[in-house]
């Protein structure tokens, strides 16, 4: 390992002792990520074509975008500055300093883009720094005032293939949507379901958004249950499963072939029927959130309303490590599905003792993860 990026990780992991109010510590992480963040944002507005979303690439243009851009700047300058003032080991301020100065030259928030577009080809980039920001900043405050597990840290173990994971994901957005969407386009190409699809989209916001969480948690609970019994699948939906922690980041690990299949299906129903597009949109934007809420790091409980909608408690037990745990829990939404099914389990007033698999046998690392499931020949244990 570099020795920079060796004393970088060194300090984002630091003892409690070393990380109290004070130290430097969080002005410094603040100041590394609002750095890393506001050059990741100029370098999408400098090459659009090539890491920008055309969704994200639209609101260049508008000026609180160069506004917030240059709050991020100006925020994670002033953080590594107040961290190399209050620091003893100073590689966070320093690092958070240069990066957000190479910023600041290429053009800061009044970046410009260098050339056209070349192809209709694009990779997320501003994606990635917005979904890991948005999500961040929401669930990192109220998992260290509301800890399940208050002794982990915010950089646990693996916390780096954890956001590689978001990296990869925000990057291939575009492959991901053409494969998520091809099933379900295919099936409207030929299908005669004008008349059901008009009906469908006529109905009230309400009535469309419930439906479309029933549906597609319907057909996620069995495609979901599949991966577990089947054992070439369950290779693949393992390494989902090896997260020995759970927090904002554990959701997003995930093989990329396991999120084509699941995706693919999900949305059969909810794009053949022809809900509309308000609908949809708001309920991939629930889902987003809700399945980051369900496997944080959070020890709220919610006695009556845990019956109704799945809870970071029940979707825990899915991940827990004990006999009992395994295959169990598996909708994303509503628990009525696993009653329905038998395979639901929620013990009173009990978390699980652990995360992963038992003997862990997913090895750590994307690219060693990603290969995982091709090198297994017999079903896992």
């Known amino acids: 390992m570099h020795p920079v990026r060796q ?3 060194a300090e984002l992991e630091a003892p409690p002792v070393l990380r109290r109010f004070g130290s430097g510590w969080i ?52 953080c590594s500055a107040l961290s ?68 982990q840290p915010v950089f646990r173990e693996e916390w780096r293939e954890d956001l590689f994971y978001y990296l990869v994901s925000s990057l291939l957005v575009q492959v991901l949507t053409y494969l998520s969407f091809a099933p379900a386009k295919s099936i409207v190409a030929f299908a005669p379901l004008a008349g059901v699809r008009a009906w469908v989209g006529s109905l009230p916001f309400v009535v469309q958004f419930v439906a479309i969480m029933f549906l597609t948690d319907l057909v996620q609970y069995w495609v979901h249950r599949a991966f577990h019994r089947v054992p070439w699948l369950w290779h693949f939906h393992a390494v989902h499963h090896s997260a020995k922690s759970m927090d904002w980041m554990a959701g997003a690990r995930m093989h990329f072939f396991e999120i084509v ?58 991940h827990g490590i004990e006999k009992e745990a395994i295959d169990v829990n598996f909708a994303i939404h509503f628990p009525l599905l696993d009653r329905l099914f038998g395979t639901h389990h929620l013990p009173q007033e009990k978390w699980p003792e652990g995360y992963g ?25």
Do not use: C
């Open 7 to 9: 004393k970088i990780r």
């Open 27 to 78: 002005s410094g992480v603040l100041g590394l990520v609002l750095g890393v963040a506001g050059l990741l944002l100029v370098l999408s507005l400098r090459l659009p074509g090539e890491f920008s979303m055309p969704e994200i690439r639209a609101l260049h243009t508008h000026a609180w975008f160069r506004v917030v851009l240059h709050v991020i700047l100006l925020a994670g300058f002033v």
């Open 84 to 151: 190399l003032a209050l620091r003893a080991e100073r590689v966070l301020g320093t690092v958070g300093v240069v990066v957000t100065l190479i910023a600041a030259l290429l053009g800061g928030s009044t970046a410009n883009a260098l050339a056209a577009d070349p192809t209709p080809m694009f990779l997320g980039l501003d994606f990635f720094v917005l979904n890991v920001l948005f999500t961040g900043f929401l669930f990192i405050p109220v998992e260290r005032i509301f800890p399940h597990r208050g002794e």
């Open 261 to 318: 299949a699941l995706r693919s299906t999900t949305v059969i129903p909810m794009f053949v029927l022809g809900f509309s597009a308000t609908a949809m949109n708001a309920y991939i934007l629930l889902v987003y959130i809700y399945s980051t809420f369900v496997h944080a790091n959070l020890s709220w409980r919610f006695p009556r309303l845990e019956k109704i909608l799945v809870t970071p408690r029940f979707h825990h037990w899915h």
């Open 357 to 381: 698999i038992s003997g862990h046998p997913v090895p750590q690392g994307y690219v060693r993860q990603f290969k995982y499931p091709f090198q297994q020949k017999s079903p896992s244990a």
